[in-house]
């Protein structure tokens, strides 16, 4: 009897243990990846550019 206990606790144990440890290793946040395709060159409409990723940073996006 007192084995079968023994056995319940350790494996009661290794279920938290493993459980805790698998929902530390999700993401927190989900990356986002932005991307426009220009038949110009960047210089071409380097004010345009300049907009766009101003108004993604104001709304919370950073590059890199």
């Known amino acids: 009897?007192?084995?079968?206990?023994?056995?319940?606790?350790?494996m009661l144990a290794?279920?938290?243990l493993t459980?805790?440890?698998?929902a530390?290793?999700?993401?927190?946040?989900k990356v986002y990846?932005?991307?426009f395709v220009r038949i110009?060159?960047?210089?071409a409409n380097a004010s345009e550019?300049?907009?766009f990723v101003q108004r993604l940073q104001e709304l919370g996006y950073t590059e890199g």
């Open 1 to 10: 009897m007192q084995r079968k206990t023994v056995r319940l606790v350790v």
């Open 14 to 16: 290794l279920v938290f």
């Open 19 to 22: 459980a805790s440890r698998a």
């Open 24 to 29: 530390h290793a999700q993401p927190a946040t």
């Open 33 to 35: 990846r932005i991307g």
């Open 40 to 43: 110009t060159t960047a210089a």
């Open 49 to 51: 550019n300049e907009a």
